[in-house]
């Protein structure tokens, strides 16, 4: 059986960079929209900041599992799950 690793690598970068262009155009739009709030409404301020901040985890999150799985990947550990 022929080892095809460029292509399992490929599949995990598209989506990861699919999630990650989804989600950072959300931020962009929050953070745009904060910017022109004004002054006296800081709760709105407030709660785009806390869903700023869901949406930065998340992202972090799907870099460090598409770095996990690039890892799993090159060490071979491509085919684990069809012993199972």
């Not at 460029?6 to 699919?18: N, V, Y």
């Not at 901040?53 to 870099?63: D, F």
């Amino acid at each position: 059986m022929r080892n095809n690793t460029k292509g399992k690598i490929l599949a995990p970068i598209l989506c990861a960079g699919a999630a990650l262009l989804f989600l950072g155009g959300v931020l962009i739009v929050l953070v745009s929209t904060v910017m022109g709030v004004g002054p006296a409404e800081g709760t709105v301020i407030g709660i785009f900041a806390v869903y700023a901040l869901v949406i930065l985890a998340v992202i972090i999150g799907v870099i460090a599992a598409l770095f996990q799985r690039l890892r799993e990947i090159r060490g071979g550990e491509a085919d684990e799950a069809k012993k199972y």
